[in-house]
Structure formats: structure tokens, C-alpha cells
């Protein structure tokens, strides 16, 4: 498996060996000298690690060493094992578990970014430092190899960070195997923008309420743009909307209409896959406004008029039929409607954004407006309510406006109507307020002071 890790047997006898009860230390032709021991580990297996240092104190050193960590269960390190065999590795052993679209993004990772600059590293070589100059090359623009005048664009940060993963677990499993014993990547991470990494813009970009009826109007109009007005209506997700069947929609005891959220259609670089939601909260039933109930219907009116046509080539209104599908029936491809996106975008004279944006829209207005953090999140399927609070905290601003209190609002609506019909002030004093002591009432003392003269201590009789 991993290669590399090899242990000699003892054979013959050169002139100049140096040996005693620990281990062996013999000259080679060379000039350098030649280690080998036996060792015992905890679990009762036994080895013969052996390696050739410049001096014979060197190779006693290197004995007794092994010696010690191997009483500790530390196995010897493969010293050929290079990054990209443990990397190659790694991924082939995790490949069983992994979702398509990920395996198919960290071979892309590995290919683009990690075989052009570590692969040939040894692993038990890399040091936490040279990590970290790694991940400050990966967020520098730095010119393409044969491709005169082209640059290979900088790695943001959730880049970096994909790959500190595939890294860590790589090291982890080789240390698992007996074949390292350190893990740099445990040391060594990529910075975050605000802490000096890569700086990169917002990730929560959304339209603005006004701008985002603009957009629906224009979509609402466009056969092609109507599944992009559906998204913001319910805020799903692009692969969990192109993922609906006829067979998901349904309604519940009450006949209110939801869809089944069970299932994404991803795409990475022309492969398509069908698989589960991102997490297990994707798996959720999502009301349907009326609205959005109307886009669904006019969308049945079409595909029932679209498969008339001769060259229809989908399964029509069946159940494992796509709900929205492109025009000729068969499934409707992201980067196509990332296309009609642009367009219609262009069309409604608002920014230009991806369909996700949608989403986030949702988000970011109905947390504006007010509406409980634990239902949003269960309608756009988080599964942390901190999560839906962490990417929509710039929709809450506003609402800290006028978060302060006074006395009088801790006093309550009863105690203030007292205040007025006694006729008093701040300090309870009525129309004889202004000689201390007279016109005062003992329900006219205020709760606060009435608190502290309750709370003191009571004289003995």
C-alpha cells in the first residue's frame, strides 16, 4: 500500500561492524555506516528497522532512539512515501464514502493545485512551515506553466480550506497505517480573510425586496426563467428545485400544498448525479404559497402542451418526471439556467447574481421582516438555527433600532395611569409636592424605592 517502508534483515558480516546487545553498526564500502536493530513493540510484534547515517556514534544514536520510541509503540516512518502517493491514496480509500460531486471536486483540487506544487514533497518531510508557505502561494496569482502571458487565478479561502482537509485526512490515515508519525497540516492552516488570508467578497449576496419583485415580474414572463421565480419563492436550493418530480408534490391533512425536499441534482464539469440533500435537515417538506402553487400549475400546463410535440423526448407529468424540465422533456441542466439568470437579471434592470442569490433572498428578507429564526431555518433546511443567524446577521441591524428601555416601560401601562391621576411627578409628589414630606402617598412611591425599604432589615420589637 503505502511504499517505502522497508525492513532489512541482518545477513553477513563486514570489517569495521560495531555491534553490541541493542543493535548492530557496520560499515559499508561507501564510508557510511549502517544501522540495524531488533524491537519489540506493546502488541508483541517485533521489526528490524535499519538506515545508514555518516558516522558510527551516529548509527549507536539511531539504535538506542529506535529503541526508545518503538518501547513507546512509535513504528518507523517511510522516508520515499511522497505527498502525492499519500494524497492518491487517500482518496482512492475514501472514494466508497464520498458523494460523487465530492470526489469529482477534490480530484479537481488535487490536479489544479496540490500535483503542481507538493506532490513530489516527501511526506515525512513536510513541516508546518512549508504548508504554510503553500497556502500563501495558493492565494497569489502566479503564472500558468507553457501558457505564455496566462495566470492561474488565486485559491480563495474555502478552496484552501477543502484542500487543508484532504491534506490533514491523508496525513491522518498515514499515520493511522504506521507509515508517519507527524501531521504538519495539523499546524499549519490557511487564513481566514479576517485574520490576513485571502480577501474575498461577501458570500451572502441577495436582492434587494424591490429589486427582487422586478426580477420575479420578468421571470414570471419567460418559460425558461419560471423555476428561477420558484426558487425565490420558497428558497430552495438550484439542485434541490431541479431534483423535484411531480411524485413530490402533495398536499396534508389540512389540503395545505407542499413539495418532498429529498434529493439534489448536482453537476460538476459536464457529470450529473442525482444524490441526497447537503445534510439530513435538507430533507423537509416546503409550503407552497400561492404564488408559488401557481407557478407549479402553469408549469403542468406546459409540459401537458410540450408533449405534444414530436420531438418530446421526457416522461411527461408521470410522477418520476423532472418538474421542471427544458422544453423537449428532459432534465434542465444548472449552468443552463445560471444562463437565464443573466438574462433575466439583464432584462429586470437589477445586478446581475447567481441563482443561489435567490436564496439568500428569501433568507435575508424573512428575517428582516421578522419572522422566528427557527422556521426559516427549517424552510431553507439548516440544520443549526445559528446557522440561518450567522449568514443572515446583516439582515438584523435595523431591528436593533429602538431596542433600548426606560423606566417607565419597566413600570407598565397600570403605574404610569397612577402617576397621572395622582397628579404627581418623578418623585410622587402631588399638588404639595413642593414642601418635602407633605402630599405623599404610600402608593405613591415609586416600585424601585419601595423595593429597597421592603428589602431592609426589620427591627426588633
Keep these: 500500500m503505502y511504499a517505502g517502508l522497508t525492513l532489512w534483515a541482518m545477513t553477513g558480516k563486514r570489517k569495521g561492524k560495531a555491534s553490541d546487545r541493542q543493535g548492530q553498526v557496520e560499515q559499508l564500502p561507501s564510508g557510511r555506516w549502517r544501522w540495524r536493530v531488533r524491537v519489540t513493540y506493546p502488541d508483541g510484534t517485533?521489526?528490524?528497522?535499519?538506515?545508514?547515517?555518516?558516522?558510527?556514534?551516529?548509527?549507536?544514536?539511531?539504535?538506542?532512539?529506535?529503541?526508545?520510541?518503538?518501547?513507546?509503540?512509535?513504528?518507523?516512518?517511510?522516508?520515499?512515501?511522497?505527498?502525492?502517493?499519500?494524497?492518491?491514496?487517500?482518496?482512492r480509500w475514501k472514494r466508497a464514502t464520498w458523494a460523487d460531486r465530492t470526489a469529482w471536486n477534490n480530484e479537481a483540487l488535487y490536479t489544479r493545485h496540490v500535483a503542481p506544487h507538493v506532490a513530489h514533497l516527501k511526506a515525512a518531510g513536510v513541516t508546518p512551515a512549508r504548508l504554510r508557505e503553500y497556502f500563501e502561494l495558493l492565494s497569489e496569482e502566479v503564472p500558468v506553466p507553457g501558457e505564455e502571458g496566462k495566470t492561474r487565478p488565486r485559491l480563495g479561502y474555502s478552496g484552501q480550506r477543502q484542500i487543508h482537509v484532504l491534506i490533514h485526512g491523508a496525513y491522518a490515515r498515514a499515520i493511522a497505517d504506521g507509515a508517519l508519525r507527524d501531521n504538519p497540516a495539523q499546524y499549519a492552516r490557511p487564513l481566514s480573510p479576517s485574520k490576513g488570508g485571502t480577501v474575498t467578497e461577501s458570500k451572502v449576496k441577495h436582492f434587494t425586496p424591490e429589486d427582487l419583485a422586478r426580477f420575479v415580474t420578468v421571470a414570471l414572463g419567460d418559460r425558461f426563467a419560471v423555476p428561477l421565480a420558484f426558487l425565490a419563492y420558497t428558497g430552495l436550493r438550484i439542485g434541490e428545485a431541479l431534483a423535484l418530480t411531480w411524485g413530490d408534490l402533495g398536499t396534508d391533512d389540512t389540503g395545505a400544498p407542499y413539495v418532498s425536499v429529498s434529493k439534489t441534482r448536482s453537476e460538476f464539469e459536464g457529470k450529473t448525479y442525482t444524490g441526497g440533500p447537503k445534510t439530513a435537515a435538507g430533507v423537509r417538506r416546503v409550503y407552497l404559497s400561492g404564488d408559488a402553487l401557481g407557478i407549479v400549475e402553469d408549469m403542468r400546463g406546459r409540459v401537458a402542451r410540450e408533449m405534444r410535440a414530436t420531438s418530446y423526448r421526457g416522461q411527461g407529468l408521470k410522477p418520476s418526471a423532472p418538474m421542471f424540465p427544458a422544453v423537449d422533456g428532459r432534465p434542465l441542466r444548472q449552468d443552463t439556467l445560471r444562463a437565464v439568470m443573466r438574462r433575466t437579471c439583464a432584462a429586470a434592470g437589477v445586478p446581475v447574481l447567481s441563482p443561489h442569490a435567490l436564496r439568500h433572498s428569501t433568507g435575508t428578507y424573512l428575517i428582516s421582516r421578522g419572522e422566528d429564526p427557527v422556521s426559516v431555518a427549517a424552510l431553507l433546511g439548516h440544520a443549526q438555527v445559528s446557522t440561518t443567524l450567522n449568514i443572515y446577521a446583516h439582515a438584523l441591524p435595523g431591528k436593533l433600532r429602538g431596542l433600548g428601555y426606560g423606566l417607565a416601560d419597566l413600570q407598565g401601562p397600570q403605574v404610569r395611569a397612577g402617576d397621572a391621576?395622582?397628579?404627581?411627578?418623578?418623585?410622587?409628589?402631588?399638588?404639595?409636592?413642593?414642601?418635602?414630606?407633605?402630599?405623599?402617598?404610600?402608593?405613591?412611591?415609586?416600585?424601585?424605592?419601595?423595593?429597597?425599604?421592603k428589602g431592609g432589615p426589620r427591627r426588633k420589637a
Design 46 to 91: 517485533t521489526a528490524r528497522p535499519t538506515g545508514t547515517v555518516n558516522t558510527k556514534r551516529e548509527g549507536h544514536e539511531a539504535v538506542a532512539r529506535t529503541l526508545q520510541e518503538a518501547a513507546q509503540g512509535k513504528r518507523p516512518v517511510s522516508h520515499s512515501l511522497t505527498v502525492g502517493e499519500m494524497v492518491t491514496e487517500f482518496m
Design 421 to 453: 391621576a395622582q397628579g404627581g411627578g418623578p418623585d410622587g409628589a402631588g399638588d404639595g409636592g413642593d414642601v418635602p414630606g407633605e402630599g405623599k402617598t404610600r402608593g405613591a412611591v415609586s416600585p424601585v424605592r419601595r423595593a429597597v425599604r
